[in-house]
């Protein structure tokens, strides 16, 4: 026969500060636990959604990073002569080299930090269509004129439409501040020509980035690419994979390091659980003496504690997670170790994450649960009857 | 001494939940330790820097190069002892995962700007003479197993090109907080192959390292550096190498502070767990603090009771857990690759705060129980039941 769910639930409001604490133990745990995946997460989806699936990003093989890749002029012509590469209907190729470098500037929370300066040529518009301008205009081509993202723009001072900043021994208009919704939010725009000259990097580019003219030509592309003898020091990845890869680094680090303390620190939970939950049998010991007499079988008692404890825990993971989830409205930035320069991204939350909480969650409620629940099913009738 | 006695009779009565108790915290104890010590090594480099060096890089950025020909004109600033420079090289050993730093620098006068690298005079004559030769730090070449006479392969990024430096030495570190995963070359081997391959690219350097006499100066040397090159294309930015370090540091502060907020997350869990403990305990024993009552026993009795069981427990918990902290950060520090974090280690810090919390922890956790049963009346105590 089945104990009463109710019988359950009663037994939290009997011992309401000790079951209050122990939830809200278990939902410290989860809050962290889902709080760093979201980190990781979100840097990630930011930078995946930076590259376009259609698009193929050059650089220097040894490279870590577009700020230490170097592609000369010669070997753009080369990229240019192979096939796939996009044309707009002038027959010009889609294609934008761009120079990548870093600038400092103070933060609006006080200290230099980083900004990414990249220089594009005019088709990087047409092949990143989700880079959309939100306020004030494009920059001119062959002005010393700049736009920023939306992020650097929130982050850092001086960087509003209309204001000026100086770098490269010359003085730069913002005249636009745009919004790709990705890592290009955290950096700054402008004419690479305009770029390389201030920076004195006219012999070559950082990167260069194409549109396919197929999406499923890559591999095809990839093929004449790896053919090209000019070509051996470089290497082709689609644009999405490659700011991906720039991500892992620093989610690596915050995965490992969040779950290595969160793995920890469910210990404790557990062990609080577990706690709560061998008190609850001491205090309990003649009302499972009395449920046995009245023909309550063994694996009932061990069910009823096993509920409770897994009840307590799912409450815990569950406040746990709808605080994390609030996290989404957050943002921060950050240096990335990859490219070296600040990033914003928000806490992202994924169906993995919650699914991984939950069953984080249970395990701590199973774990905290089961010894406490044997010892319960395991009480000898008549001594139990006696104990009190 | 009785009432010792008692406390430690107290705590043995569950002996099950108190072993709990005592793991439970001690591993938050451990884990908080952890984290601080991850925290603290970032901000390590800062601490370590030599109050006499400035290190003077480009005003942009530091990824900009500054021309060679400003190492004279630095050098004739009053009070300026050695002026050296380092490169950042970049390129990749093997593949990506293997990292560490390598650094184009002028042989003559690095080991003179960084003393705490400690290394052969005749390692270092040797290196000196040949330009295709390199030292590496001790924990590298104990990573990677170099050797004195093997060849180093580099796959170039900023410099292009296949590089190779054959080891004749290897340096290390003077105190614990030393970098001792840097792999050093001649620059001029790098700019001789620059200005064949890549003209226009010679004569350029990273950063300059100037070590000055005085370290009460630098502010007013720094400032005489800067002034140099105000209105060239190529300013400069000079700081103490504590300042240049620390703005490293302060583009990860937002990552920082959400590692502190772990970690005091981890102090609130440790509260929980003994908290609840003790608010068992109380429970338990309303009766007997009754019945010590009646007996005359004072509340400062029952405090010192109640206190006493908390501090004990947590002491117990705060000693286990600073004792598994060791184990478990040594083994980082042996599984993370030496070129992300040079160095790894139990700071005193790290050690005053665990045990300052875990002990203020014990005497948070008292509080509710105490006031439970100085507050509950001698005929509510005795009627109460568990």
Same mark, same amino acid.
């Given at each position: 026969?089945?104990?009463?769910?109710?019988?359950?639930?009663?037994?939290?409001?009997?011992?309401?500060?000790?079951?209050?604490?122990?939830?809200?133990?278990?939902?410290?745990?989860?809050?962290?636990?889902?709080?760093?995946?979201?980190?990781?997460?979100?840097?990630?989806?930011?930078?995946?959604?930076? =590259?376009?699936?259609?698009?193929?990003?050059?650089?220097?093989? &040894?490279?870590? #990073?577009?700020? *230490?890749? @170097?592609?000369?002029? !010669?070997?753009?012509?080369?990229?240019?002569?192979?096939?796939?590469?996009?044309?707009?209907?002038?027959?010009?190729?889609?294609?934008?080299?761009?120079?990548?470098?870093?600038?400092?500037?103070?933060?609006?929370?006080?200290?230099?930090?980083?900004?990414?300066?990249?220089?594009?040529?005019?088709?990087?518009?047409?092949?990143?269509?989700?880079?959309?301008?939100?306020?004030?205009?494009?920059?001119?081509?062959?002005?010393?004129?700049?736009?920023?993202?939306?992020?650097?723009?929130?982050?850092?001072?001086?960087?509003?439409?209309?204001?000026?900043?100086?770098?490269? =021994?010359?003085?730069?208009?913002?005249?636009?501040?745009?919004? &790709?919704?990705? #890592?290009?939010? *955290?950096? @700054?725009?402008?004419? !690479?020509?305009?770029?390389?000259?201030?920076?004195?990097?006219?012999?070559?580019?950082?990167?260069?980035?194409?549109?396919?003219?197929?999406?499923?030509a890559f591999s095809s592309f990839k093929a004449a690419f790896d053919r090209e003898p000019r070509l051996q020091q470089f290497e082709p990845k689609k644009e999405q994979r490659f700011f991906e890869e720039q991500s892992e680094d620093m989610a690596l680090f915050i995965r490992i390091l969040g779950i290595f303390i969160t793995i920890i620190f469910s210990f404790g939970a557990t062990i609080g659980a577990m706690i709560t939950m061998y008190a609850a049998v001491a205090n309990r010991t003649v009302e499972v003496g009395t449920m046995r007499a009245l023909g309550f079988r063994r694996r009932s008692i061990l069910t009823a504690f096993l509920t409770e404890s897994l009840t307590i825990s799912l409450i815990g993971g569950l406040i746990g997670l709808v605080f994390a989830s609030f996290l989404q409205f957050f943002s921060i930035s950050t240096l990335n170790f990859s490219s070296f320069s600040e990033l914003e991204f928000s806490f992202a939350l994924s169906p993995s994450i919650i699914i991984w909480s939950l069953f984080f969650t249970l395990m701590m409620g199973f774990l905290g649960g089961f010894l406490p629940a044997v010892r319960a099913s395991r009480l000898n009738i008549v001594n139990a009857l006696r104990s009190a | 001494m009785r009432i010792l006695k008692l406390i430690l009779k107290n705590s043995l009565r569950h002996k099950l939940r108190t072993f709990l108790t005592i793991l439970g915290m001690s591993i938050a104890v451990m884990a908080f330790g952890v984290l601080r010590t991850v925290v603290e090594m970032w901000y390590e480099g800062v601490e370590a820097a030599a109050p006499n060096r400035l290190i003077t890089r480009h005003a942009v950025s530091f990824i900009f190069p500054l021309p060679y020909s400003y190492r004279e004109q630095i050098a004739k600033v009053p009070g300026i002892e050695t002026v050296s420079f380092a490169n950042w090289f970049g390129g990749t050993y093997i593949d990506k995962n293997k990292f560490f730093a390598r650094m184009a620098v002028d042989p003559e006068t690095i080991f003179d700007v960084y003393p705490e690298f400690i290394i052969d005079a005749k390692e270092l004559e040797t290196f000196k003479r040949e330009r295709n030769?390199?030292?590496?730090?001790?924990?590298?070449?104990?990573?990677?197993?170099?050797?004195?006479?093997?060849?180093?392969?580099?796959?170039?990024?900023?410099?292009?090109?296949?590089?190779?430096?054959?080891?004749?030495?290897?340096?290390?570190?003077?105190?614990?907080?030393?970098?001792?995963?840097?792999?050093?070359?001649?620059?001029?081997?790098?700019?001789?192959?620059?200005?064949?391959?890549?003209?226009?690219?010679?004569?350029?350097?990273?950063?300059?390292?100037?070590?000055?006499?005085?370290?009460?100066?630098?502010?007013?040397?720094?400032?005489?550096?800067?002034?140099?090159?105000?209105?060239?294309?190529?300013?400069?930015?000079?700081?103490?190498?504590?300042a240049f370090t620390q703005s490293f540091i302060s583009g990860l502060n937002s990552l920082l502070a959400a590692m502190n907020f772990v970690s005091f997350v981890i102090i609130g869990i440790i509260m929980l767990v003994l908290g609840n403990t003790m608010i068992m305990s109380a429970r338990e024993r309303i009766q007997e603090y009754a019945v010590l009552k009646t007996l005359g026993f004072s509340g400062g009795h029952l405090i010192g009771l109640i206190l006493g069981e908390s501090l004990v427990i947590s002491a117990f918990g705060a000693g286990l857990g600073l004792f598994l902290t060791y184990p478990v950060v040594a083994?980082?520090?042996?599984?993370?690759?030496?070129?992300?974090?040079?160095?790894?280690?139990?700071?005193?810090?790290?050690?005053?705060?665990?045990?300052?919390?875990?002990?203020?922890?014990?005497?948070?956790?008292?509080?509710?129980?105490?006031?439970?049963?100085?507050?509950?009346?001698?005929?509510?105590?005795?009627?109460?039941?568990?």
């Open positions: 026969m089945k104990i009463p769910m109710k019988y359950i639930i009663r037994n939290f409001r009997t011992r309401r500060l000790t079951t209050m604490i122990t939830v809200f133990g278990i939902a410290l745990v989860v809050f962290v636990f889902a709080a760093v995946l979201m980190m990781a997460y979100g840097i990630q989806r930011t930078l995946v959604a930076t =590259g376009s699936p259609d698009n193929v990003l050059v650089a220097r093989k &040894a490279a870590n #990073g577009e700020i *230490s890749s @170097i592609i000369l002029r !010669n070997d753009y012509n080369t990229v240019l002569t192979l096939p796939h590469i996009a044309k707009d209907p002038n027959s010009q190729p889609l294609v934008s080299g761009e120079t990548v470098v870093i600038i400092n500037i103070y933060k609006k929370a006080g200290g230099l930090s980083n900004v990414t300066v990249r220089g594009v040529a005019p088709q990087a518009f047409t092949i990143r269509p989700q880079v959309k301008i939100v306020e004030g205009r494009q920059f001119t081509t062959g002005a010393r004129e700049v736009i920023v993202g939306a992020s650097v723009a929130k982050n850092f001072v001086n960087t509003a439409v209309g204001e000026k900043i100086t770098f490269g =021994g010359d003085t730069w208009t913002i005249v636009g501040r745009f919004d &790709a919704g990705s #890592g290009f939010n *955290s950096e @700054i725009w402008g004419d !690479n020509d305009q770029l390389q000259a201030a920076f004195r990097r006219q012999g070559g580019y950082s990167t260069v980035t194409f549109k396919l003219d197929q999406s499923d | 030769s390199c030292i590496v730090g001790y924990e590298i070449a104990k990573q990677y197993g170099f050797k004195i006479g093997d060849i180093i392969p580099l796959d170039g990024d900023i410099y292009p090109g296949k590089w190779e430096f054959v080891v004749r030495g290897i340096y290390k570190p003077r105190t614990q907080s030393t970098d001792a995963t840097q792999m050093l070359f001649h620059f001029s081997a790098v700019d001789e192959r620059m200005k064949v391959e890549m003209p226009g690219r010679e004569g350029l350097i990273g950063w300059y390292i100037v070590k000055i006499k005085d370290p009460n100066q630098a502010g007013t040397i720094s400032d005489q550096i800067d002034a140099l090159y105000k209105n060239s294309s190529n300013a400069t930015k000079t700081e103490t190498e504590r083994t980082i520090a042996a599984i993370v690759p030496k070129g992300f974090f040079p160095y790894f280690f139990i700071t005193p810090t790290t050690l005053i705060l665990s045990a300052t919390s875990a002990l203020s922890i014990g005497l948070l956790a008292s509080i509710f129980p105490i006031q439970r049963a100085i507050g509950t009346k001698i005929v509510d105590g005795l009627r109460h039941i568990g």
